[in-house]
């Protein structure tokens, strides 16, 4: 049934006639399609809009180590694969805020999967991964970062003593700290002699639960009692009475005021919310007729509404059917003057759109370096194979990080529709957990959520998929000819050519930098008499920008017991690794690439610089035309030099020495003589693109491939250390729905994880997971 057909279902409202029913069409519906179709164009909601979802291959990282990641490209209204961006800006941030990685990475009909270096430098503590396709950026006024947490540390062993510090900084924020309890009355206010629900949320330090228990006092005398049903919230129900004062004591003594009540009113209350329909109550204190609207939507996309009178107490059903994804509705109560009085945050259809995956290794333990097979199965809310398209990563289970753990469906349906951190995402998607959809009713209950706003993306347009500049030349030559050619090489020799606009605006488009890949350096065609300028856009300034003053929303969780064995944590040499010990490295000049390194040779030979073939006492080599050094200065014809003239080498030990004459006689005597390491001329990277007309950008992160033992390097005798066994981003199910994915294990004997999620492209999306243990070989 299309979108239209289901916004014409009628509701069922009780006491609505046929004649009202068909009005209700006439003044409710109508208008609703027509939003529809202005939706399609982008003037409701900005249906061209697109999140990201980041998997990494896993939670805890140690420095000097590969990351591996996918990048799934979301339609934000359907959950869709989008082919909206091509390039994937990637940040890494660390706590302090700093970014530590910037790179692009090339998305292919909504997908994309690279390599990130974790450097030797970085500090322990969490980072946060942020992925800005273009199509992701938008000027809605609820606009918020939700990045990836991870956390880094040197050793993997060391998360023991991180926790236990983490833990005793938390019992202290617990008992000493801000401490947060907030009521929230369901619909957003409380109405005079309407009985109405109560949530409320107890946390402290930046979202962690409390578990709180309290009672309500009305004018001093106890009438309601209350306890936390879930991470910090509960409810309760109460009739408020204008007039009466009303407290909400807490078990250690803090006392909170209840809501301001307002004498006169509409509420909304939801009865149940079942796999058939959606029943709410619409109260009213007044004694007369009033007019109400319902109106319910979901990712911004009106779903159905309703539209009737009460006196007393109205009950409103809306048919399941009309929603037709898995996820938050929103439901707002108007009244008869078109005024929004009441909204309420509903689930609906938690099994729609939700792959099952099942997940099963061949055995539960393996021995060190034995192959191992996991079989894979993906199956729709129906039970009907699924052909999909899976991530997986298998991998040990101490580098699993808690507070930062989410998976594909917490993401999705729940951290990118609401509003602020939330604790343990994953909670309310686990099925084992058979209170998940009563506590997300709780957490819907209690914190904000995504407000879709009627305007079009300002921001969109701040980024674009290529690299883009323009190029200017000098107003004398400006009239000679508008379009100006390109060369975009990399220092493999990579090579392709891009023209520009009569305006000088030139783009590298993705398809090109997906060929190129690295850094490409660009160089003008046109004569030196041009004098070419060229400016080239710095998308991450625009990020930097785009996000300056945007909150950043993440997950929370308590740290786990680590259960697992204790490890002897050895380097890929076999090499066991120390805690306290530093080692220095001798300074060495700056990293240049085969292109930067060309230009550095050129500049040095421009110099005037070389080193002849004679020896001096201590066996070094002469370095002739150095600051008025030379062993064969001109003039002198006693020291006069036909032999091969060398470049000088950087770091290499050179022996200088200065003649200068002596009378008239044509007579030259030695001044001075000493050693040095050959520096060179001392040009930053900029100054020698400058100095050869070229510039710099950065393309496409260079590709990378997982590695994975060859049969040579298992029979080794040196240790395998690999706490990663496999990172595949892409495996695909046949019209089964089944796969396999093969691995090896390493010399790490501990308990591994599995991590699976799957997409089918078209808003269908599902996460398992699976253990096994790898023991010592006897």
């Known amino acids: 049934m299309n979108m239209n057909a289901r916004l014409c279902r009628s509701l069922a409202l009780r006491g609505c006639s046929g004649a009202s029913r068909r009005s209700l069409q006439r003044t409710i519906i109508t208008p609703l399609l027509a939003l529809v179709a202005m939706a399609g164009q982008g003037q409701v909601y900005v249906g061209g809009e697109d999140f990201v979802y980041l998997l990494p291959s896993k939670e805890i990282y140690e420095t000097g180590e590969d990351m591996w990641f996918k990048a799934y490209l979301f339609n934000r209204q359907t959950f ?199 029943s709410l109550l619409v109260s009213s204190t007044s004694n007369e007729t009033r007019q109400f609207s319902v109106f319910a939507q979901m990712r911004g996309i009106p779903c159905c509404s309703a539209k009737g009178k009460v006196k007393g107490k109205q009950i409103v059903r809306l048919p399941i059917d009309n929603f037709p994804y898995q996820g938050i509705a929103e439901i707002t109560l108007v009244d008869g003057e078109g005024n929004p009085v009441a909204e309420r945050l509903v689930y609906v259809n938690p099994d729609k759109n939700r792959l099952h995956i099942e997940a099963k290794p061949n055995s539960q333990s393996y021995h060190r370096r034995e192959e191992g097979k996991v079989s894979l199965k993906v199956t729709d809310e129906m039970g009907h194979s699924v052909m999909s398209e899976l991530a997986v990563s298998i991998y040990d289970k101490a580098y699993v990080y808690q507070p930062g753990h989410e998976n594909m469906l917490s993401h999705c349906f729940l951290s990118t529709q609401i509003r602020g951190n939330i604790f343990n995402p994953t909670y309310y998607f686990d099925e084992q957990n058979t209170d998940r959809l009563q506590a997300l009713d709780l957490l819907l209950l209690t914190q904000g959520w995504r407000k879709y706003e009627n305007k079009q993306s300002g921001k969109s347009s701040m980024l674009s998929d290529a690299i883009s500049g323009r190029i200017t030349i000098s107003k004398k030559q400006n009239s000679a000819y508008s379009q100006q050619l390109l060369r975009v090489f990399t220092p493999q020799s990579d090579t392709c050519y891009v023209w520009s606009d009569e305006n000088g605006h030139f783009d590298i488009t993705p398809d090109q930098m997906n060929f190129l890949r690295g850094n490409v350096y660009i160089k003008p065609l046109s004569n030196k008499k041009y004098k070419a300028q060229i400016l080239l856009d710095n998308p991450f300034d625009s990020i930097n920008d785009y996000r300056r003053g945007l909150p950043r929303y993440t997950t929370l969780a308590y740290h786990r017991d680590n259960d697992n064995d204790e490890r002897t944590v050895i380097n890929g040499f076999g090499t066991v690794m120390l805690d306290n010990v530093t080692v220095t490295a001798r300074r060495h000049s700056p990293y240049r690439d085969k292109v930067t390194g060309y230009l550095d040779s050129l500049a040095t030979m421009a110099s005037g610089e070389w080193v002849c073939e004679c020896h001096a006492a201590s066996s070094r080599h002469y370095l002739n035309g150095y600051k008025g050094y030379s062993h064969h200065p001109d003039g002198c014809s006693a020291t006069s030099y036909s032999g091969k003239r060398l470049m000088p080498k950087r770091d290499e030990d050179y022996e200088l020495i200065r003649y200068e004459p002596m009378g008239g006689g044509g007579d030259w005597v030695v001044t001075d003589i000493k050693t040095i390491k050959y520096a060179g001329p001392q040009y930053t990277e900029e100054e020698l693109l400058k100095l050869y007309g070229m510039w710099k950008d950065q393309g496409y992160y260079p590709q990378r491939e997982f590695y994975e033992p060859t049969p040579l390097e298992l029979a080794s005798s040196l240790p395998d250390p690999r706490n990663t066994l496999q990172w595949k981003p892409i495996i695909l199910t046949n019209e089964n729905g089944e796969a396999e994915v093969e691995f090896i294990t390493s010399d790490v004997n501990t308990e591994f994880i599995g991590i699976v999620e799957a997409i089918d492209g078209n808003g269908q999306i599902g996460c398992d997971t699976f253990t096994f243990r790898v023991i010592r070989n006897k």
């Open 80 to 278: 869709a694969l989008s082919d909206n961006s091509k390039t994937l800006y990637l940040q890494i941030r660390n706590a302090n805020d700093s970014v530590v990685w910037n790179e692009k990475y090339p998305l292919v009909h909504g997908r994309g999967d690279g390599h990130i270096y974790i450097g030797d430098d970085w500090q322990n503590g969490d980072y946060y991964i942020e992925g800005y396709p273009p199509s992701s950026l938008s000027n809605d006024s609820s606009a918020a970062i939700r990045p990836r947490r991870i956390y880094i540390v040197r050793q993997v062993a060391q998360m023991d003593s991180i926790i236990t510090v983490d833990t005793k900084k938390d019992s202290i924020l617990r008992e000493n700290g801000h401490r947060f309890f907030r009521l929230f009355p369901e619909g957003g206010r409380l109405v005079d002699g309407i009985g109405s629900l109560v949530a409320f949320k107890a946390t402290y330090s930046d979202g962690f639960p409390e578990d709180v228990s309290g009672k309500v006092l009305e004018d001093g005398q106890d009438i309601i009692s209350f306890s936390c049903e879930h991470d910090g919230m509960g409810k309760f129900l109460i009739t408020p009475r204008k007039g009466r004062k009303y407290e909400v004591i807490l078990a250690d003594g803090r006392v909170y005021p209840l809501p301001t009540i307002e004498s006169d009113g509409l509420s909304l209350h939801l009865i149940r919310s079942s796999k058939t329909e959606i």
